[in-house]
């Protein structure tokens, strides 16, 4: 069982530059999350899903995009990469009905923008 | 305004010794609190959670205890194991599951 898929694993983007940070779980969880980890930081939500065709924003949205078109991937879309978005980024997923409300990761992309 | 904070940065504690590990919140209508351990270069990892309605929930040598009196969280390591050195993070969720996370503790346990 793979459970939660990042890739890719490193990635250094220019300024302006745009990509896309790709997320896939096999879990059959309903609730998928994107968190940013800034150095010496907790974890920041960027933006969640709880469902195919349903995204809405967390804490720290601007310059990011998402789409949720299956259960199993949800996509976060980089646009006109800045050095503040130089980060490590992970992606959760979570079963809507878990009593222990737990998230589960994947193991994280490192981007740093330059 | 910081919703969960962890207030030391670091610990260390000798293995066979209990590690205790804090975390205080601003808001009483959160309903759960988690608590996640992550490795270098590794996502983090979920440890345990606890209900707003109890104040104790224990897991094999991890226990975290819930004071909603005083806002505070904690999680108890005993016997603390190098294996768990570690940064430690406490999380409460805000509704849909979605978490706010404090700023973490670094566990370092020696030999």
């Known amino acids: 069982n793979a459970g939660v898929t990042q890739t890719p694993k490193f990635r250094i983007l220019k300024i302006g530059q745009s990509m896309t940070l790709q997320c896939a779980q096999d879990?059959?969880?309903?609730?998928m999350y994107w968190y940013r980890q800034d150095p010496g930081m907790g974890l920041k939500l960027i933006y969640y899903?709880?469902?195919?065709?349903?995204?809405d924003k967390g804490e720290v949205p601007n310059g990011y995009n998402v789409s949720r078109s299956t259960t199993e991937d949800f996509p976060l879309r980089l646009e006109l990469a800045a050095p503040s978005q130089t980060s490590v980024y992970f992606c959760?997923?979570?079963?809507?009905?878990?009593?222990?409300?737990?998230?589960?990761f994947g193991a994280g992309t490192r981007l740093s923008v330059l | 305004d910081q919703q969960v904070k962890q207030n030391s940065p670091s610990l260390s504690v000798q293995e066979g010794r209990i590690s205790i590990l804090n975390c205080d919140y601003t808001?009483?209508?959160?309903?759960?609190f988690l608590w996640y351990k992550k490795y270098p270069a590794e996502g983090p990892t979920f440890l345990i959670s606890?209900?707003?309605?109890?104040d104790k929930n224990e897991d094999g040598r991890f226990t975290v205890f819930l004071n909603k009196s005083a806002k505070h969280l904690s999680l108890h390591i005993v016997p603390s194991q190098p294996g768990d050195s570690a940064v430690y993070f406490c999380?409460?969720?805000?509704?849909?599951?979605?978490?706010?996370f404090g700023t973490g503790t670094r566990l370092l346990v020696s030999p």
């Open positions: 959760a997923s979570s079963y809507s009905r878990d009593t222990g409300r737990a998230q589960y």
């Open positions: 879990m059959n969880h309903n609730y």
């Open positions: 899903s709880v469902g195919a065709g349903i995204t």
């Open positions: 808001n009483s209508m959160f309903d759960y």
């Open positions: 606890i209900s707003s309605i109890k």
């Open positions: 999380a409460v969720n805000t509704g849909f599951q979605k978490l706010v």
